[in-house]
């Protein structure tokens, strides 16, 4: 029988960490452009770097360990792992897209995917009707993120699949929010999971890394031939540091959804709070779907304040909480998707999708829930 969820977090499928040099516990950085060759036509496994590097190795098979991944690789960034697989997507093909993603996702599919031909539909994923309604024949790949950022929308897995498999669609997910620690997309349909490994995954805030992780032999070829020629790969250092974050994963995870959901409860019971956006509360509309397809909720919190005043108030008083974008680390973060991570949205579409001047979104970290409550209070007052 294979390893559970958070031994495969620190040994990886079949104890990756018995194989290091010396029986090094921790795993060695192989700080090295390129590796010298045997003999003539021979290789120690590894060339040169931007293909591939042992250090990096290890994080990938730990990767593809957590997701059920047929192959994973790791990039420089989140963004990096997009831009891969946007480089998958043919000219002239259409793509359906969760209409609040990651904004970053946004003008990458607006500024360059656009150029090159492809053309994109934003809709409400969670309604499978509309996801339906958009197909054209050009349609290529369904691309979703579940819960969705920053509104926590859930889309059902089991619908995008059915509609994925009707009309021979690519199935997408970025799995930044829950990571594969709370939710698996490959085992439920998805053909291709994408991952900020910045957030959760490395988890201290400290480094920048991105996941492409793929559900077959033919798609690990495909994408393994792009990386090393687009040349997007994770130095050994940040990949050390990635597996050292994703050791802990599952004790920090828990720790923040437990304090998560102490904060969502509390958030609703403020004068000050109009609406509280969280997956894990029953009366949440994605709560039971998500139950269904995920082992937990996260720990990403949004909520809309009475007024822009009081929005602006916390952003400004908050003390053991950072005012910094970015999510899923050991500190709380506070920001504001108004002006950050949406903010090259048109107006209009922020005001559809309610990112409005009143709107917060709390990522919550793992320090103690009281002095977080304490921290959330004295700012609101
Ligand atoms: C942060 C983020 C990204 C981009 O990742 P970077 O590591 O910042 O490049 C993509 N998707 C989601 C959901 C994110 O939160």
Not at 166 to 172: A, F, G
Not at 202 to 210: M, Q, R
Not at 249 to 278: D, G, H, M, P, T
Request: charged share 20%; with cysteine; aromatic share 8%.
């Amino acid at each position: 029988m294979g390893y559970r969820i958070d031994t495969k977090c620190i040994h990886g499928e079949q104890g990756v960490v018995g194989n290091h040099s010396y029986g090094a516990v921790s795993l060695p950085i192989y700080q090295t452009a390129t590796f010298a060759h045997p003999r003539i036509g021979e290789s120690t496994g590894y060339d040169y770097s931007r293909q591939s590097n042992p250090t990096r190795t290890e994080l990938e098979e730990t990767m593809s360990a957590l997701e059920g991944a047929a192959d994973t690789v790791a990039c420089s960034s989140g963004m990096a792992a997009i831009g891969l697989c946007m480089e998958l997507l043919e000219q002239g093909s259409h793509v359906i897209c969760s209409e609040d993603l990651y904004g970053g996702s946004v003008r990458m599919f607006q500024a360059i995917g656009e150029q090159r031909g492809i053309t994109f539909s934003y809709v409400d994923t969670s309604d499978a009707d509309q996801v339906e309604q958009s197909v054209r024949e050009n349609t290529s790949a369904l691309y979703i993120e579940t819960p969705s950022n920053p509104t926590m929308k859930v889309t059902d897995f089991f619908q995008m699949k059915e509609i994925a498999n009707r009309h021979n669609l690519v199935l997408i997910a970025d799995n930044t929010f829950l990571t594969p620690y709370f939710q698996n997309p490959l085992a439920l349909g998805a053909d291709i999971v994408i991952h900020s490994g910045t957030k959760y995954l490395g988890g201290h805030n400290d480094t920048l890394a991105g996941f492409l992780c793929v559900n077959s032999p033919e798609l690990a070829e495909k994408v393994r031939f792009l990386y090393k020629t687009v040349g997007c790969s994770l130095s050994p250092f940040d990949s050390f540091l990635t597996v050292r974050g994703i050791k802990t994963l599952a004790v920090r995870v828990e720790k923040q959804q437990e304090n998560a959901i102490f904060l969502a409860k509390w958030l609703k019971s403020q004068k000050k709070v109009k609406e509280v956006y969280y997956v894990g509360l029953p009366d949440h509309p994605g709560y039971e779907v998500n139950k269904r397809q995920a082992r937990g909720f996260g720990s990403m919190i949004s909520f809309r304040t009475d007024s822009e005043q009081t929005a602006r108030q916390v952003l400004k008083r908050v003390k053991l909480i950072s005012y910094a974008e970015s999510l899923g680390g050991v500190e709380s973060l506070i920001t504001y998707p108004m002006l950050q991570i949406h903010g090259d949205l048109a107006p209009e579409v922020r005001q559809h999708l309610g990112i409005t001047e009143d709107f917060l979104r709390m990522s919550v970290g793992i320090e103690n829930v009281q002095d977080l409550a304490a921290d959330l209070e004295q700012a609101f007052a």
